[in-house]
């Protein structure tokens, strides 16, 4: 059931992505000659006025293909004939509306929530070794841990694990003053809390009423946190301490969603989990389309103030054939990439 609930959200988050290209280029009265969820055979298609609707049957991308998109057209309403302006807003409208929907998908799934833990210290376990002056103390507010700025309790958790070495660079405030603690050792470690031995880092933290603002703050600060967290993965593959075969496509997505979804105690709380995690999805499917990436919708933005700057200098219009040349090139290569992490994703799946 979970795989069903998992593979239905994938392709609600490409729907709501090819949507917004779509409403964007209609809006703005580019001619779309087929709207497409999923990729490969078709498998319903329904002729509009104008556009071809279809739903094809691989669940790993969409489509929203418009008049003049990747080649020359003398129709005044084709893409590559609209303004630089309007060109920007149809690409960018995919990320836009992914945005807009995790948003909504946060506001929904915090709407019943009392309170948030925050990143001030109401209290340290027994036995914490570096409580005082020099080290933490109760009223201490973490600001920010390795460079990376704290606003709830869930960043602090992160970027702890993320630590490697159990020392940090932390910033706190404390009674108006901020303090820097180099390489301050904070680690999880065995402190007996009622009698039982359990490994923690020794912080209690404060509670937050949850009020209408609140939720709010917090709804628009996990969108953000979400992209910072791309942004931390991207410097992890680039540093190599990720590599390829961490990255994940759809089928590693859907397994990643029914494994929350298996894991969690109730049916409830596992479509919820689930939906959390869709936010999550949606957001990275933002950003990695919006990335100055040939054949990515940033990719074709970049491409837009390049050719403009040549044209400048060159003092006439560009062919669009050469970008159509650059983002075929470049979708071959990302499908050979998607094939890659594909065949990753099913591998990853038998060995465990």
């Given at each position: 059931?979970?795989?069903?609930?998992?593979?239905?959200?994938?392709?609600?988050l490409i729907a709501v992505h090819e949507v917004g290209h779509f409403t964007a280029a209609k809006?703005?009265?580019?001619?779309?000659?087929?709207?497409?969820?999923?990729?490969?055979?078709?498998?319903?298609?329904?002729?509009?006025?104008?556009?071809?609707?279809?739903?094809?049957?691989?669940?790993?991308?969409?489509?929203?293909?418009?008049?003049?998109?990747?080649?020359?057209?003398?129709?005044?309403?084709?893409?590559?004939?609209?303004?630089?302006?309007?060109?920007?807003?149809?690409?960018?409208?995919?990320?836009?509306?992914?945005?807009?929907?995790?948003?909504?998908?946060?506001?929904?799934?915090?709407?019943?929530?009392?309170?948030?833990?925050?990143?001030?210290?109401?209290?340290?376990?027994?036995?914490?070794?570096?409580?005082?002056?020099?080290?933490?103390?109760?009223?201490d507010t973490i600001v920010s841990i390795n460079g990376e700025r704290l606003y709830y309790k869930?960043?602090?958790?992160?970027?702890?694990?993320?630590?490697?070495?159990?020392?940090?660079?932390?910033?706190?405030?404390?009674?108006?003053?901020?303090?820097?603690?180099?390489?301050?050792?904070?680690?999880?470690?065995?402190?007996?809390?009622?009698?039982?031995?359990?490994?923690?880092?020794?912080?209690?933290?404060?509670?937050?009423?949850?009020?209408?603002?609140?939720?709010?703050?917090?709804?628009?600060?996990?969108?953000?946190?979400?992209?910072?967290?791309?942004?931390?993965?991207?410097?992890?593959?680039?540093?190599?301490?990720?590599?390829?075969?961490?990255?994940?496509?759809?089928?590693?997505?859907?397994?990643?969603?029914?494994?929350?979804?298996?894991?969690?105690?109730?049916?409830?709380?596992?479509?919820?989990?689930?939906?959390?995690?869709?936010?999550?999805?949606?957001?990275?499917?933002?950003?990695?389309?919006?990335?100055?990436?040939?054949?990515?919708?940033?990719?074709?933005?970049?491409?837009?103030?390049?050719?403009?700057?040549?044209?400048?200098?060159?003092?006439?219009?560009?062919?669009?054939?050469?970008?159509?040349?650059i983002n075929t090139t470049a979708l071959v290569l990302l499908m050979g990439l998607m094939a890659?992490?594909?065949?990753?994703?099913?591998?990853?799946?038998?060995?465990?």
């Open positions: 059931m979970y795989i069903v609930f998992a593979i239905i959200a994938f392709g609600v809006l703005l009265g580019v001619k779309v000659n087929e709207f497409a969820i999923g990729m490969g055979p078709k498998i319903i298609k329904k002729q509009g006025k104008e556009t071809l609707y279809s739903l094809r049957a691989l669940p790993i991308g969409g489509f929203c293909a418009m008049e003049g998109e990747n080649e020359s057209s003398d129709d005044l309403r084709s893409f590559t004939a609209q303004k630089r302006w309007r060109r920007i807003v149809i690409l960018a409208a995919g990320g836009i509306a992914n945005f807009i929907v995790c948003f909504i998908i946060i506001i929904i799934l915090t709407s019943g929530a009392k309170s948030f833990a925050g990143t001030t210290l109401t209290g340290l376990v027994d036995g914490f070794p570096n409580e005082g002056e020099d080290g933490l103390m109760v009223g869930e960043d602090l958790d992160l970027f702890l694990a993320l630590s490697k070495g159990g020392r940090v660079d932390l910033v706190i405030r404390r009674d108006g003053e901020t303090i820097k603690l180099n390489r301050f050792p904070l680690e999880r470690r065995e402190y007996i809390i009622d009698g039982e031995p359990q490994l923690r880092y020794g912080l209690t933290l404060n509670l937050i009423e949850a009020n209408a603002w609140i939720k709010f703050k917090y709804s628009c600060y996990s969108v953000m946190n979400y992209v910072r967290l791309i942004r931390v993965s991207l410097a992890q593959l680039f540093s190599g301490s990720a590599g390829l075969r961490d990255l994940s496509g759809p089928v590693g997505i859907v397994d990643a969603m029914n494994t929350v979804g298996q894991s969690s105690p109730s049916i409830g709380a596992a479509i919820g989990n689930i939906v959390s995690l869709m936010a999550f999805i949606g957001v990275n499917l933002a950003v990695v389309n919006l990335l100055p990436i040939p054949a990515m919708d940033g990719g074709r933005i970049l491409f837009i103030f390049i050719t403009f700057v040549i044209e400048k200098v060159i003092r006439r219009r560009l062919d669009p054939k050469y970008e159509g040349y890659f992490i594909l065949v990753n994703d099913v591998l990853k799946i038998i060995n465990n």
